[in-house]
């Protein structure tokens, strides 16, 4: 008898705990990160092989400032719902280039979460990372400040040249971070809209 209750209590709390997950999974709303601007670091440190000749992997850094805009939060699929963003940098020759690219939300609350990201640049680089985003809100309840860090990243590119198939590549790990900036900080060459 007594085994027969203590059954029925937990199918109780498991059925319970089921019910708030699904509950919390799918009530998540970022909505209030879209439009925010972001001013991140993202560094390079790695090895290539396009600069010498014998192939032989040489290291490399290299470090360069992005902007990134959240465009939309998507939830048409509930089981996967992502930020849209839109990234703007500048190459060494003052050329500004734009990638877009998804921000997975793994989990978290609406101020502090989780993110994934895996996305292929213009340049066919390609790029992956997992993050964590945080912000603070003031006290009309409006975001004021976050943070952006990444937990781990990987880059690389493999040259599509026919005459010297899968020999010059690079391949880095990947750090990236920074923190919101308002739309006024902006460098002249990044778009506004």
Not at 66 to 93: H, Q, R
């Amino acid at each position: 008898m007594k085994s027969g209750k203590v059954w029925l209590i937990g199918l109780k709390v498991a059925f319970l705990v089921i019910c708030v997950t699904f509950g919390t999974a799918h009530s998540q709303d970022l909505s209030g990160w879209v439009g925010k601007w972001f001013k991140l670091t993202y560094s390079y440190k790695g090895y290539e092989t396009y600069t010498n000749p014998t192939h032989i992997p040489e290291t490399q850094k290299f470090k360069e400032t992005l902007y990134v805009k959240i465009m939309a939060w998507d939830t048409i699929d509930p089981s996967n719902p992502f930020l849209k963003c839109s990234g703007y940098g500048e190459d060494e020759e003052e050329n500004v280039y734009q990638n877009n690219f998804d921000l997975r939300y793994l989990g978290g609350t609406d101020l502090d979460f989780l993110i994934l990201c895996h996305f292929v640049s213009e340049e066919q680089e390609h790029i992956g990372f997992t993050a964590r985003i945080s912000g603070k809100e003031s006290s009309k309840g409006t975001l004021k400040s976050a943070t952006f860090k990444t937990l781990g990243g990987y880059s690389w590119e493999r040259s599509s040249d026919p005459f010297n198939p899968r020999r010059d590549s690079q391949a880095e790990e990947l750090t990236i971070s920074g923190s919101l900036i308002s739309e006024s900080r902006l460098p002249s060459w990044v778009p506004q809209f």
